[in-house]
């Protein structure tokens, strides 16, 4: 597959106006994305875990307008207009009008929700791209005469949410999800996201993840600005080969289920991708002390018990938990005495893996 694959043949039907709705869910990674290349290449392969509650819905509604001179659209998050996400959508919009012709030729309204806080730190970017590409391929398929096929319009989806956010091409469908070509998986690309196709032993079947929110303020480092500095950043090159080489251990993992090996790999992970940040020119530290509270004290249960129980890192203070749901009970009461007083307002999100968007 290439770009050019994505690029639609004349539309034969024409729409006046209509509405789609899409819930789209968040992720989390396991290899992290951090560095990229020109029009959203990554420059490593990555894995993701989808997630089951964390969601944005978007309903896309949509009016033939008299010109295509211009973008025309208005955005509303909770009922509010918010002109301060437009930028960010026109952006969008104009990194994919080569692949939805149609862009100009409609004004757009987009009302958008998320189910977690918007101030909870828990970045909506990734399921709001996603929800908001599924909406977009939805009013395409109406467009087109000729069937879109499932796999197409879901492939079609996530390059399109990649040109959004490079991570929400892994908020479409399935639940984990590989994104960027990596030699050991068939079918992986660096255009759009896909389910991970190899065996995957059932230890990982309804795994958890609580979100202990410890800092909702808004991100000290821009996603943008932070792929950014892995240009000319001096770790890079090996940093890269390092994310090739932990996906390829994950592969025997998945299979074999061996949970000690997930650990190592996932935690190393959410440690490098913030020594990336500490190494970089401007350099930045992330966590903060209560980040580091957590994260000793997941050590130290784990050392005191039989506990499966691993952190993992966003490009923020937050902590993500994963464990077995086999440890559903110990691991949220642990959580719930010891570790919800390190979080704002004692604030945490228990959620799961999930499968993918749906159409409302
Ligand atoms: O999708 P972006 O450009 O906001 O980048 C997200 C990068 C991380 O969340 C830090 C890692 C990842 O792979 O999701």
Partial sequence: MTESNFIPKPYKKSLENGRFTWSSPSNIALV???????????ENPSISFTLNNCKTTTTLSFTEKENNNE???????????????KPKIETFFKRIENYLPFLRHFYFKIETSNTFPHSSGIASSASGMSALALCLMSLEKSLSDTQ??????????????RLGSGSACRS???????????????????????????QVHQNFNNYQDTILLVDKGEKQVSSTVGHNLMHNHPYAKRRFEQAHDNLSQLISIFKSGDLDAFIKIVESEALTLHAMMMTSMPYFILMKPNTLEIINKIWAYRANTNSKICFTLDAGANVHILYPENEKETVLDFIKTKLAHHCQNEHFITDQIGFGANQI
């Fill in 148 to 161: 879109l096929s499932n796999t197409y319009f879901n492939q079609k989806a996530s390059f399109l949410a």
């Fill in 172 to 198: 479409i469908e399935g639940d984990l999800i590989v994104w960027g070509t990596h030699h050991e998986i068939d079918g992986s690309s660096n255009l759009f996201g896909i389910k991970y196709p190899y």
């Fill in 71 to 85: 973008f025309s659209f208005d955005v509303f998050l909770d009922g509010e207009k918010k002109e301060d996400f």
């Fill in 32 to 42: 992290k994305y951090w560095g990229k290349k020109e029009d959203q290449i990554p």
